[in-house]
């Protein structure tokens, strides 16, 4: 491997200067183990100051450098160079965001729809037990099952920059927003099921998913947000049932101060 290089082709763009993207190519020297991250790294510390790249743990946990690695959305940190067909390495920054500048993108609205979703606890009736808790929530391993895989996302962007939807449709929350409102929707702690529904059961809300699958694709954590919004779906369809369903009570907590099971009859 010694002497030998590897040549990033990045996508270049600054909105603020330039009419249109246009195409760089830096001459990396490969070393062993060296993901697509380590070598912008190293351009921008030894070829090009002005590259603009995202990142930040470095080992795939806080979402920062989402970007296009040869046409399919990645985490530049874990893509490792030997992993990719040989030859040159395109980089692109990721699409159905507004770029700010060469790979770094505008995630401000992607983030307003994360919280559009209402991704914490909503208690009802005993809201002061989120702020000074006196107990544990009781919930069955077969409850945590239902919804834990949709907790391990990383809010990095790739499945909504995978999305066709979101690129034919500007109001559609994107599946993060989706899978992370179905999360808190399956969480038997929650009482926030019929706020929640109002957000989603829209007209550009998740009936507009078509179930293309990209966005399980490729989410670096192993997520299924499409199982996540089919599962929605489903939910919606539950609640809005002409038949009605009883509203659920959020689980109880024990202990409490009065020793029983708080909230329950």
């Not at 030894?46 to 743990?57: I, K, N, P």
């Amino acid at each position: 491997m010694a002497g030998e290089e590897v040549v990033l082709k990045i996508r270049r763009f600054d909105p603020s200067l330039d009419e249109r993207p246009r195409v760089e190519a830096f001459a990396v020297p490969l070393k062993e183990g060296m993901t697509v991250l380590d070598a912008l790294i190293y351009v921008k510390s030894r070829l090009d100051h002005g590259l603009a790249v995202r990142f930040s743990c470095r080992m795939a946990s806080c979402g920062s450098c989402g970007m296009k690695i040869d046409g399919r959305a990645r985490l530049a940190c874990e893509t490792q160079i030997s992993s990719l067909p040989r030859g040159a390495v395109a980089v692109e920054p990721m699409d159905n965001f507004p770029i700010v500048r060469d790979l770094v993108v505008d995630l401000e609205r992607f983030f307003a729809r994360h919280a559009a979703a209402m991704p914490g606890l909503v208690r009802e009736r005993d809201p002061e037990e989120q702020e000074s808790p006196t107990g544990e929530y009781l919930m069955a391993p077969g409850e945590l099952e239902s919804f834990v895989q949709f907790t391990y996302c990383i809010k990095c962007g790739l499945c909504s920059s995978s999305c066709p939807t979101a690129s034919t449709d500007a109001l559609f929350p994107g599946p993060q927003a989706l899978s992370q409102a179905y999360r808190f929707l399956a969480d038997p702690r929650d009482e926030g099921e019929e706020r929640r529904l109002e957000r989603v059961d829209a007209e550009h809300g998740v009936w507009r998913c078509h179930f293309a699958g990209t966005c399980s694709a490729v989410c670096p954590k192993g997520v299924d947000p499409a199982l996540g919004i089919q599962l929605l779906k489903r939910h919606v369809m539950s609640a809005r049932s002409p038949f009605g369903r009883k509203k659920r009570r959020g689980a109880p907590v024990f202990p409490n101060p009065n020793g029983d099971l708080l909230g329950q009859p």
